[in-house]
Each structure stands twice: as C-alpha cells, then as structure tokens.
T-cell receptor
Framework: SQELEQSPQSLIVQEGKNLTINCTSS?????LYWYKQKYGEGLIFLMM?????EEKSHEKITAKLDEKKQQSSLHITASQPSHAGIYLC??????????????FGQGTILTVHP | DAGVIQSPRHEVTEMGQEVTLRCKPI?????LFWYRQTMMRGLELLIY????????DSGMPEDRFSAKMPNASFSTLKIQPSEPRDSAVYFC?????????????????FGPGTRLLVL
C-alpha cells in the first residue's frame, strides 16, 4: 500500500520567513493532494498535482510534484500567522482497485510567530 | 453548497453508551469516507462508500463500529458500546470521481468533524 512521509514533523518560523514542507512517497504518485487543517476544524483542500514537474500556486503557497512523481513540496513565501496549522499530503494508490481512496501523511505542524 | 455537514460537533458520553455520528455529503458526490484522527495515529480511514455501497471497511477497528449509508445524502457511524480509547475527532468526507485529461481526480472535501470524548 502507499505510504507517505512528511518532513519536517513540525516547523516554527518567524512571520515573513519562507518555508518548505516535503512529502515523499514509497510509490509513484498518480495524484497528490495538499490539505491544511486548523485546530478544531476539518481539512481544507489546497491543491492537487498529477503530472511530473507540475507546479501550482494559490496566493503565497506553491506546490510542486517532482519529475519522477515520488515527491512533492509545499512552499510558503513570506509566511503569516494565518498560515499556521497542520499541513497534510494525501495520495491516490493506483496499485489496487481503490479509486477514490486517499492515503495521508502524518502531517506537518506549522507555527508562525508574529 | 453548504459543504459536508456533520453532527453533532461535540459529543461527551460515558463508557458503554451507544454513540451515533451523522454525515450529509455534498450533493452529487458519489464517494463518502469516514476518518478518525488522534494525536497518536494521525488520520485513519475507517470505511468508505461508493454509490451508497461500502467498498472498504478494513479500517474499522472492531465489531463495535458500524457504518451505514441508507441513501446518497446521509450516512451514520455508530459505536456500540463506546470505550475511552474511542475518544478522537471523527471526520466525514465526500468526493466525486472526475476523469480529467490528466487522469482521475478525486478531491475529498471534509466536514468540520465530531469531537468525541468517552469517559
């Protein structure tokens, strides 16, 4: 089955700093999803990547999928306190018949100090 | 659309009691997922449905847990009897399998969760 490892597990940055969160898969990624979760709330969909080398941006958050489609990175430029939360990557496992099912990484806890 | 709706948002109960969590997926979505989130184990998939039919329940911890989806707009997750180790946040999510030009896309949209505490 698909396994996703996120690094770092937690991150503390000063407001205004850039940061990167990585998500590495044990298998080829056919679809990689990034979500953000604030404490006490559900997961909010950020972006989805499918093609090798693909890059998407939303406001100050950019996500990339490497050419080999086994690693994705999430980059935040000029971080703000509103970026704080837990970031999770999720991936589709095409190895079986599990259409619709995502496997999630353990999450990266981001703290942004004003 | 209102998004995925879950109720109750918070539930406190005593060990041995029955707990029922409810979910209304986004209209038109054909997949529904139940997850459990804890600090120790992270986000775990319990069970998911496609067109109201359970597809994979391998994540259901034990027979005390059961889930139903009687129609496209409603699902329940029941724990009977509940135990303190069941304390967690339970999320419902729904998705629509869309075959785009890049391949199948199955973005899941999550509800706000039910925070369960079993004393």
């Amino acid at each position: 089955s698909q396994e996703l490892e996120q690094s770092p597990q937690s991150l503390i940055v000063q407001e205004g700093k850039n940061l990167t969160i990585n998500c590495t898969s044990s298998k080829t990624l056919y679809g990689l999803y990034w979500y953000k979760q604030k404490y006490g709330e559900g997961l909010i969909f950020l972006m989805m990547l499918q093609k090798g080398g693909e890059e998407k941006s939303h406001e100050k958050i950019t996500a990339k999928l490497d050419e080999k489609k086994q690693q994705s990175s999430l980059h935040i430029t000029a971080s703000q306190p509103s970026h704080a939360g837990i970031y999770l990557c999720g991936a589709v496992d095409r190895g079986g018949t599990s259409y619709g099912k995502l496997t999630f990484g353990q999450g990266t806890i981001l703290t942004v100090h004003p | 659309d209102a998004g995925v709706i879950q109720s109750p948002r918070h539930e406190v109960t005593e060990m041995g009691q029955e707990v029922t969590l409810r979910c209304k997926p986004i209209s038109g979505h054909d997949y529904l997922f139940w997850y459990r989130q804890t600090m120790m184990r992270g986000l775990e998939l319990l069970i998911y449905f496609n067109n109201n039919v359970p597809i994979d329940d391998s994540g259901m911890p034990e027979d005390r847990f059961s889930a139903k989806m009687p129609n496209a707009s409603f699902s329940t997750l029941k724990i009977q009897p509940s135990e303190p180790r069941d304390s967690a946040v339970y999320f419902c999510a729904s998705s629509f399998l869309n075959h785009g030009e890049g391949g199948p896309q199955e973005t899941q949209y999550f509800g706000p969760g039910t925070r369960l505490l079993v004393l």
